[in-house]
């Protein structure tokens, strides 16, 4: 028998998507991707913030923990591709709540 509630690892996939988006820099990642048809380098994915790369790091690392991208090594390059299925689960299935 688990020791998990029914239910808790939905809430725990909530709190990790809902967690993700809470900060502005992370729904701008994710919205760049979406306009660059879904995945973009670091380094296009860091032009567009005045912060440090350390920052702009730890924001796709923060975003890569929730599901929501995922990274791929091409060459020298970190391809970052948006994961929309999962974004779209999350939120319907949360919003569906209040039906």
Do not use: N
Not at 16 to 37: E, M, N, P, Y
Not at 66 to 76: D, I, K, M, P, T
């Amino acid at each position: 028998m688990s020791a998990t509630p029914k239910g808790a690892a939905e809430l725990a996939e909530f709190d990790a998507v809902f967690g993700a988006l809470a900060h502005r820099a992370r729904r701008t990642i994710l919205s760049a991707l979406q306009a660059h048809g879904g995945q973009m380098t670091s380094g296009a994915i860091a032009a567009w913030f005045e912060h440090s790369w350390p920052t702009t790091s730890q924001h796709l690392r923060v975003l890569q923990q929730a599901g929501l991208v995922s990274v791929e090594l091409r060459g020298r390059e970190h391809v970052y591709q948006l994961q929309a299925g999962l974004l779209r689960r999350v939120t319907e299935s949360w919003l569906s709540q209040f039906s």
